[in-house]
């Protein structure tokens, strides 16, 4: 049993999921900062998303992203922000469909 879970873990924890980790880990420190607008250097359609649900204590990440998303409309920046109700921090898991079909209608209106 250990040794399943040790194999789970490898491969969970593997060389391709530090570089993602730590790549979404740099993004999110970096744009988390609205002091510095770094937001205004996004040049490309921004999809920005957070679960309804996911406001939490300490965290508030929701409300986070709606006031991004208000700051990158005022600016005139293209994209889209959506909240998907009954949904927390884990949209992938919460709302998979939902989430190919927003990815998929998001790539459809903003071809490169």
Same mark, same amino acid.
């Given at each position: 049993?250990?040794?399943?879970?040790?194999?789970?873990?490898?491969?969970?924890?593997?060389?391709?999921?530090?570089?993602?980790?730590?790549?979404?880990?740099?993004?999110? !420190?970096?744009?988390?900062?609205?002091?510095?607008? =770094?937001?205004?250097?996004?040049?490309?359609? *921004?999809?920005? /998303?957070? &679960?309804?649900?996911?406001?939490? !204590?300490?965290?508030?990440?929701?409300?986070?992203? =709606?006031?991004?998303?208000?700051?990158?409309? *005022?600016?005139? /920046?293209? &994209?889209?922000?959506?909240?998907?109700?009954?949904?927390?921090?884990?949209?992938?898991?919460?709302?998979?469909?939902?989430?190919?079909?927003?990815?998929?209608?998001?790539?459809?209106?903003?071809?490169?």
């Amino acid at each position: 049993m250990i040794a399943v879970s040790q194999d789970d873990r490898r491969e969970l924890y593997g060389r391709d999921f530090r570089r993602f980790h730590w790549r979404a880990a740099a993004e999110q !420190l970096r744009f988390s900062h609205f002091e510095n607008d =770094v937001y205004q250097s996004i040049d490309v359609p *921004a999809l920005l /998303m957070a &679960g309804a649900e996911d406001n939490f !204590l300490m965290s508030e990440q929701r409300a986070m992203i =709606v006031h991004l998303a208000e700051l990158m409309k *005022a600016a005139g /920046m293209p &994209g889209w922000c959506r909240i998907p109700t009954r949904t927390g921090h884990s949209i992938h898991n919460e709302r998979p469909r939902w989430l190919a079909g927003t990815l998929d209608a998001f790539i459809e209106a903003h071809p490169v």
